[in-house]
T-cell receptor, first 113, second 115 residues
Framework: DQQVKQNSPSLSVQEGRISILNCDYT??????FLWYKKYPAEGPTFLIS?????DKNEDGRFTVFLNKSAKHLSLHIVPSQPGDSAVYFC????????????FGTGTRLKVLA | GAVVSQHPSRVICKSGTSVKIECRSL??????MFWYRQFPKQSLMLMAT?????????EQGVEKDKFLINHASLTLSTLTVTSAHPEDSSFYIC???????????FGPGTRLLVL
């Protein structure tokens, strides 16, 4: 049972435009969400996170939106740059104290120059 | 962000041998370390969680006698794949978090190929 889902395996966006990556989850007990960026044969790099008490968190070109009623979060990258091309994973954490992350299946973003 | 290293980055071994992978937090004390594996084009699957000085907690379906985890210090955790078989070939990634750090920081991963 996939508790965290990224339904789009890939996404192509023109340089300078907005990239929107989506993530859905099923467990309402998740209270902390994160986005990681990953290049092939490398470990994930932390991008941005959001607590369930917020609905938006912004850091430079990256903004994460959380819609708890829909159990949905999204990552917006604007403007997109060719260096953003990578696989993006969303992750959810099951309550403070466990710190276990459940990862989605990833979305491969390709930013076209 | 915090820095986590893994060694080796790539290892090839014969079936039946054991392989040890090290995970180090370089600039913070990691009270908790996590071990993941990733198959091609799939997500990261948590194998086990280890807290410094105590036994690791394994996820369902992960054999603790096959994947030995030791977290002897606040900066080092090791994963030993015992009696490796070709189906153990995978990308193994560790992550670490500190006491006051909510986020897990990941190492660069170790590619294991068992022949």
């Amino acid at each position: 049972d996939q508790q965290v889902k990224q339904n789009s395996p890939s996404l192509s966006v023109q340089e300078g435009r907005i990239s929107i990556l989506n993530c859905d989850y099923t467990n309402s007990m998740f209270d902390y969400f994160l986005w990681y960026k990953k290049y092939p044969a490398e470990g994930p790099t932390f991008l941005i996170s959001i607590s369930s008490i917020k609905d938006k968190n912004e850091d430079g070109r990256f903004t994460v939106f959380l819609n708890k009623s829909a159990k949905h979060l999204s990552l917006h990258i604007v403007p997109s740059q060719p260096g953003d091309s990578a696989v993006y994973f969303c992750a959810a954490s099951l309550g403070s104290g466990t710190y276990k992350y459940i990862f989605g299946t990833g979305t491969r973003l390709k930013v076209l120059a | 962000g915090a820095v986590v290293s893994q060694h080796p980055s790539r290892v090839i071994c014969k079936s039946g041998t054991s392989v040890k992978i090290e995970c180090r937090s370089l600039d913070f004390q990691a009270t908790t370390m996590f071990w993941y594996r990733q198959f091609p084009k799939q997500s990261l699957m948590l194998m086990a969680t280890s807290n410094e000085g105590s036994k690791a907690t394994y996820e369902q379906g992960v054999e603790k006698d096959k994947f030995l985890i030791n977290h002897a210090s606040l900066t080092l955790s090791t994963l030993t794949v015992t009696s490796a078989h070709p189906e153990d070939s995978s990308f193994y990634i560790c992550s670490a978090k500190g006491v006051s750090i909510e986020t897990q920081y990941f190492g660069p991963g170790t590619r294991l190929l068992v022949l």
